[in-house]
């Protein structure tokens, strides 16, 4: 698959506010299925696998089954590969920037004091 496809993927797990608050209660730990339907009584079972699907199919989250538990665990790579590639260089230059600011402020600051 093709790095625009997978990132395809992930941004449109991405865009869904449901599949953000899964994601959020994996952070932490790995969770069940039926631990995940809990957490969200709001959202059928159904509802919950299907958003899991598309989490799994983009790769954001791992499933291990262990007997009749399905265990899902978040895997943030594509996340971070996401962020080194729009948001890296993006916070590089606001870096940037804010030093050009951080040095014209102490010239002016050392042209007042003179």
């Not at 007997?67 to 978040?74: A, C």
């Amino acid at each position: 698959m093709s790095t625009d496809t997978q990132d395809d993927l992930i941004f449109r797990a991405l865009a869904s506010p449901i599949r953000r608050r899964l994601l959020d209660a994996l952070r932490d730990e790995p969770q069940t299925t039926g631990e995940l339907c809990a957490r969200h009584p709001d959202l059928n079972r159904c509802t919950v696998m299907q958003h899991l699907g598309v989490l799994e199919e983009a790769e954001l989250i791992l499933v291990r089954r262990q007997g009749r538990l399905r265990w899902n665990y978040l895997n943030a790579i594509p996340i971070k590969r996401i962020h080194d590639r729009w948001i890296g260089a993006y916070a590089a230059q606001a870096v940037g920037i804010l030093e050009t600011l951080k040095n014209d402020l102490e010239l002016i600051e050392k042209k007042v004091d003179a």
